[in-house]
């Protein structure tokens, strides 16, 4: 092989190795999908959120701090993962299909230790666990988000944690979501 042929497979090695990564840069977010919460949902996530993270007399509950305002939000970001966004949402089913199958009833319809019970039985199996752990994630970043991105709106919880948020907070124009269609907007012209 000559030296040239070596360099253009080298290359096009390269080159291909790359395309993944381009792919997953690309603008061909799925726009149209809907990952809102419905009713039924929200109201499954917020005994969820609770479970997870109750209120105990030292501190706010994900309740206390509207953790599910958050979660839509983040949800509703077009910069989210579909693919996690997808799996949020379906453990949300999961929990209501545990709980027909263990119950017979739907999950909102249980008592309270009835619904321990089935959260308990859901935090043994792989998805649980998981999906356990992608909640507590969110609530933690709901308990020390600016009010701005839907939770925390009374900084109820940063005069818990005595946090000092600092300054400049985020103004609507500066955050998240708009500041990266700023910046998109930007590059494109």
Same mark, same amino acid.
């Given at each position: 092989?000559?030296?040239?042929?070596?360099?253009?497979?080298?290359?096009?090695?390269?080159?291909?190795?790359?395309?993944?990564?381009?792919?997953?840069?690309?603008?061909?977010?799925?726009?149209?999908?809907?990952? $809102?919460?419905?009713?039924?949902?929200? %109201?499954?996530?917020?005994?969820?959120? =609770? @479970?997870? *993270?109750? +209120?105990?007399?030292?501190?706010?509950?994900?309740?206390?701090?509207?953790?599910e305002k958050?979660?839509?939000?983040?949800?509703?970001?077009?910069?989210?993962?579909?693919?996690?966004?997808?799996?949020?949402?379906n453990g949300?089913?999961?929990?209501?299909?545990?709980?027909?199958?263990?119950?017979?009833?739907?999950?909102?319809?249980?008592?309270?230790?009835e619904r321990?019970?089935?959260?308990?039985?859901? $935090?043994?199996?792989?998805?649980?666990? %998981?999906?356990?752990?992608?909640?507590? =994630? @969110?609530? *933690?970043? +709901?308990?020390?988000?600016?009010?701005?991105?839907?939770?925390?709106?009374?900084?109820?919880?940063?005069?818990?944690?005595?946090?000092?948020?600092?300054?400049?907070?985020?103004?609507?124009?500066?955050?998240?979501?708009?500041?990266?269609?700023?910046?998109?907007?930007?590059?494109?012209?």
């Amino acid at each position: 092989m000559q030296r040239s042929q070596f360099l253009r497979v080298l290359l096009a090695g390269a080159v291909a190795t790359q395309i993944p990564w381009w792919m997953a840069c690309s603008s061909g977010k799925n726009q149209t999908a809907d990952y $809102s919460l419905n009713e039924e949902q929200q %109201s499954i996530l917020v005994l969820v959120q =609770n @479970f997870l *993270f109750p +209120a105990d007399g030292n501190g706010p509950g994900a309740v206390d701090f509207k953790a599910e305002k958050y979660m839509q939000w983040v949800l509703s970001d077009e910069n989210m993962d579909p693919i996690e966004k997808k799996y949020f949402i379906n453990g949300l089913a999961w929990v209501e299909e545990t709980a027909q199958e263990e119950k017979g009833l739907s999950f909102l319809e249980l008592s309270e230790m009835e619904r321990e019970e089935i959260l308990e039985l859901i $935090s043994k199996e792989v998805w649980g666990e %998981s999906w356990y752990s992608m909640n507590l =994630n @969110f609530i *933690f970043e +709901a308990l020390l988000s600016d009010p701005i991105y839907g939770a925390n709106m009374d900084k109820q919880s940063w005069n818990w944690l005595e946090h000092n948020p600092g300054h400049p907070r985020p103004i609507e124009e500066m955050k998240y979501g708009n500041f990266l269609n700023y910046v998109n907007q930007e590059n494109k012209s």
